[in-house]
């Protein structure tokens, strides 16, 4: 059965640091592009980060470049989002979702509509 399954969201203080995970099952790592988006009340679904399935290389939006850090797991088709230096601004729901082989990145950031499955998503709050 083909999940996404999020898992690692909680409440953290500014400055704080949080990894998430991805866990993939029916599909594999070695296929599909993994994306990371989040969400906020009240504003569009924002691409973060993505790691391609062919050699791994990753895009960063440049609201986490510096601050976030995309990796995979191939053995346990997992893949991660580290998140260091966490601002309010940070606080969402975060939902991995796959795309057949590579990011598809443009001028205008990760584009929404190549992503084919996606994940229920994990709430991270950024709060004192």
């Known amino acids: 059965q083909l999940q996404l399954v999020e898992s690692g969201g909680d409440l953290v203080q500014p400055g704080g640091s949080l990894r998430l995970s991805c866990a993939v099952y029916?599909?594999?790592?070695?296929?599909?592009?993994i994306g990371w988006w989040r969400q906020a009340p009240g504003k569009e679904r924002e691409g973060l980060s993505c790691i391609s399935s062919t050699d791994g290389s990753t895009y960063y939006a440049d609201s986490v470049k510096g601050r976030f850090t995309i990796s995979r797991d191939l053995a346990k088709n997992t893949v991660y989002l580290q998140m260091n230096s966490l601002k309010p601004g940070d606080t969402a729901t975060y939902y991995c979702?796959?795309?057949?082989?590579?990011?598809?990145?443009?001028?205008?950031?990760?584009?929404?509509?190549?992503?084919?499955?996606w994940g229920q998503g994990t709430q991270v709050t950024v709060s004192t």
């Open positions: 979702a796959a795309e057949r082989v590579s990011c598809s990145v443009s001028s205008a950031g990760l584009g929404y509509y190549g992503f084919d499955y």
């Open positions: 029916g599909l594999t790592l070695n296929d599909y592009a």
